[in-house]
């Protein structure tokens, strides 16, 4: 892989800086939700390899890993216990709230303060934790029948019972960030973001914000953005872009999306997912991409 800068990226990055307890970890996540069945339902078509990839993603020096009890549902989770437990002393297991799986395969909002309890004690059973690392409260759009703020106080509630050390935000506006922000410590938010989506989109299940909205506000409080959805490669502008970056530096398009991530702000954390070794391989090697000022202009 070509690289002829000089410019640097910071391979760390802290979660909870100003909280009294900050984690540092290695600005390469992974996320596990691509581990899952076919429609993130049911057990990985190849388990051993799943095992294998969350084993290596460690070993490589991953410490921050993204999952959620209603991914499978509850698949991911006891994948990482099989694969991890016990665990090393530095490893961040980051779970999201506020939805859950029905037999049908949807995804129905589960905000209310009884059912995010219900939740976080679903995840601590089982991911073998006393205390979660980080929670996002992930805002639901669609069919949501309890207020933002509601949802929120109970993740702070939570937090002062000690299940939770660090309390995040998922798929939220400014405004909601800067609400939270008022009523409490946000270690982190999770929107949607890369390279080709930068804002809100609107899909059928509601909208999806954008991490272009949060970022500044993330900065300014040293908070990290995690995009979800960061590999999106959809927009034939924007792909053209990113082939002739990729071209320069024998790289993937899914590579230099995610050093463009790692380039538009030293707080973004990226989390890319994946069930394959080989391509585990190639997005942790993203960050070893320098992307020089003509990279970082035609990739506006």
Request: charged share 25%; aromatic share 6%; hydrophobic share 40%.
């Amino acid at each position: 892989m070509n690289s002829s800068t000089s410019n640097t990226i910071s391979k760390k990055i802290t979660v909870g800086k100003d909280s009294g307890s900050p984690l540092e970890v290695y600005r390469m996540g992974y996320g596990t939700m691509r581990l899952t069945g076919e429609g993130i339902w049911g057990e990985p078509a190849n388990r051993d390899e799943a095992i294998q990839v969350l084993r290596k993603a460690v070993d490589e020096g991953v410490n921050f890993i993204d999952t959620a009890d209603y991914y499978g549902p509850d698949v991911t989770n006891r994948l990482i216990v099989e694969a991890l437990y016990p665990y090393s002393s530095d490893l961040v297991i980051c779970t999201k709230v506020g939805a859950k799986r029905a037999a049908d395969k949807s995804w129905p909002v589960f905000t209310r303060p009884e059912e995010l309890r219900q939740s976080i004690d679903n995840n601590l059973k089982q991911l073998k934790l006393e205390q979660l690392p980080v929670v996002h409260f992930r805002m639901s759009t669609h069919n949501n029948p309890v207020p933002f703020a509601e949802s929120v106080d109970a993740m702070f509630q939570l937090q002062r019972e000690g299940k939770i050390l660090h309390v995040g935000l998922s798929n939220v506006t400014d405004a909601e960030l800067q609400w939270g922000l008022k009523h409490g410590k946000i270690a982190t938010v999770q929107n949607m973001y890369s390279f080709t989506q930068r804002t809100t989109a609107k899909l059928p299940i509601g909208e999806t914000r954008g991490g272009e909205e949060v970022l500044k506000t993330c900065e300014e409080n040293s908070i990290p953005l995690i995009p979800f959805f960061s590999l999106i490669t959809s927009l034939p502008q924007a792909v053209e872009k990113i082939e002739k970056v990729a071209q320069k530096h024998a790289a993937s398009k899914a590579q230099i999306n995610l050093a463009w991530l790692l380039h538009k702000s030293p707080w973004i954390l990226p989390i890319p997912g994946t069930s394959s070794l080989n391509h585990l391989k190639e997005n942790l090697e993203a960050i070893t991409i320098l992307l020089d000022e003509e990279d970082l202009a035609m990739l506006q």
